[in-house]
């Protein structure tokens, strides 16, 4: 089992930053892969950014490219997403995830994603 805690959410007005914390515990591994989804209100979980554990290769969606950074600190065993130049439209429960272990498991989809977190809250005011 793994179990991961997201913390670092809040209200921010649209410019600002933010920056997402998920602590990991349980069996994970030193390659495994985690990603950041959002869901909005009445609105599907989408992709946000992902990052291979080992290699530190990372993926975002197009529309967060060049104003959100996906981390690991190895030591702390921990995931960050830093947010720069919020808009309202980021606006949504942030979820953090680990991927499943399955031959060709995708980044972008989240039911290839086997562990979540309970989420946090960013309101980016306008």
């Known amino acids: 089992q793994v179990q991961l805690a997201e913390s670092g959410g809040g209200l921010v007005q649209a410019g600002g930053s933010l920056r997402l914390s998920c602590a990991a515990s349980?069996?994970?591994?030193?390659?495994?892969?985690m990603g950041w989804f959002r869901q909005a209100a009445g609105k599907e979980r989408e992709f946000v950014a992902a990052?291979?554990?080992?290699?530190?290769?990372?993926a975002y969606a197009d529309s967060v490219k060049g104003r959100f950074t996906i981390s690991r600190d190895n030591a702390k065993n921990t995931l960050y997403l830093q947010m720069n130049s919020l808009k309202p439209e980021d606006t949504a429960v942030y979820y953090c995830?680990?991927?499943?272990?399955?031959?060709?498991?995708?980044?972008?989809?989240?039911?290839?994603?086997?562990?979540w977190g309970q989420g946090t809250q960013v309101t980016v005011s306008s």
């Open positions: 995830a680990k991927l499943g272990l399955r031959y060709g498991s995708n980044w972008r989809i989240p039911t290839d994603y086997d562990y």
């Open positions: 349980g069996r994970t591994s030193s390659n495994h892969n």
């Open positions: 990052i291979n554990w080992s290699s530190g290769r990372t």
